[in-house]
C-alpha cells in the first residue's frame, strides 16, 4: 500500500528560536519513502539520528516569529498484518542489548507498577497470545475520549481513569507488556483513517525476534500506518519541541491512501 501524507504547520515563536522536529516519515523495517520533501521558508536545517536509529530528527533555527512548515510525502508500506498469537516471547538472555531498555520503566510507562496486575490478568498466556489479551483488555476497559489527558499524563494516570487518547492507549501497552518481560515502545505514526486526523501513536512490541505494531484503539492495522519515530514513551518522540513558547495558528495532518 502506499500513503500519502500532507502536514501543515504553522506557529508563533520567540524570535530566533530553534525548533526540533521529529515529523518525517522514517525508512525503516516494512516501509519505505518514494518521495518527500519538508520545506519551512527561510529556516537553517541540520538533520540528527532518530532514537533507536529510527527515522531522523530535524534542527530547525527560524530567524523570525513566523514558522511555516510543510511537510509531504508518499510512502510505500509493505508490512503484513501477522497474528499475534502466533508469534513467541524471546528469552530474557537473548533479547539483544538495545533492546534491553524497553524492559524498563520510563517517565510515562511505570511498569514496575503493574507486575502484580499482569501477573494476576495474563499469567496463564505467554508470547503473543499475552500481547493479544492485553490488546483486548485496553481496547475493552479504557475508553477513547479527546480532551480526557494531558502531556503530564502517565499509564497509572489512564489506567485509573479509565479514558484517555491514542497516546495513552499506547502508554498502557508498553507499561503492561514491559510487566510481562516483554520489550515494547511507543510508536509515532501516520494513519489512514485516524480519527480525527492528527500525529498518531501505537505500542511496538519485540516478539519472534522482530518489532510488531500494536494499536489498541482500533484505529490502524501494521499494513496501513507509516512509522516516524520511537521510543521508551512520549517524551521521546514529539513532534515538535520547542526552548520557549510556541502558539499554534493553524494545524493540518492529512493521511490517506495514494490513488
Not at 530528527?57 to 514558522?67: H, I, Y
Not at 511498569?111 to 475493552?140: H, M, P, T, Y
Amino acid at each position: 500500500m502506499q500513503i500519502d501524507i500532507d502536514v501543515v504547520l504553522e506557529y508563533e515563536l520567540c524570535v530566533g528560536e530553534t525548533v526540533l522536529l521529529i515529523l518525517e516519515a522514517a525508512e525503516t523495517d516494512g516501509q519505505s519513502i518514494a518521495s518527500a520533501s519538508l520545506e519551512i521558508p527561510d529556516a537553517t536545517l541540520q538533520r540528527i539520528d532518530g532514537e533507536g536509529l529510527v527515522g531522523q530528527r530535524v534542527w530547525a533555527s527560524v530567524p523570525d516569529r513566523l514558522f511555516k512548515l510543510r511537510y509531504r510525502a508518499l510512502v510505500d508500506v509493505t508490512r503484513e498484518i501477522i497474528a499475534l498469537d502466533s508469534l513467541d516471547a524471546s528469552p530474557l538472555t537473548s533479547i539483544p542489548s538495545h533492546i534491553v531498555t524497553y524492559l524498563r520503566p520510563s517517565r510515562f510507562c511505570q511498569s514496575d507498577l503493574f507486575i502484580d496486575f499482569v501477573a494476576q490478568s495474563f499469567g496463564e498466556l505467554s508470547g503473543g497470545a499475552k500481547i493479544a489479551a492485553i490488546k483486548d483488555w485496553v481496547a475493552r476497559e479504557i475508553s477513547y475520549v479527546p480532551g480526557s489527558s494531558n502531556a503530564t499524563t502517565t499509564a497509572t494516570d489512564t489506567f485509573a481513569a479509565q479514558a484517555g487518547v491514542c497516546r495513552d492507549f499506547a502508554h498502557v501497552v508498553c507499561s503492561l507488556a514491559r510487566a510481562a518481560n516483554i520489550p515494547a515502545r511507543y510508536a509515532s505514526v501516520y494513519g489512514v483513517g485516524v480519527q480525527p486526523p492528527d500525529f498518531h501513536a501505537v505500542a511496538q512490541v519485540w516478539l519472534s525476534g522482530a518489532w510488531h505494531l500494536v494499536d489498541a484503539t482500533g484505529m490502524s492495522a501494521p499494513n496501513d500506518v507509516a512509522v516516524i519515530a520511537v521510543g521508551r514513551d512520549a517524551a521521546e518522540v514529539a513532534f515538535m519541541e520547542t526552548q520557549q513558547w510556541a502558539q499554534p495558528i493553524w494545524q493540518s495532518v492529512s493521511v490517506s491512501r495514494a490513488n
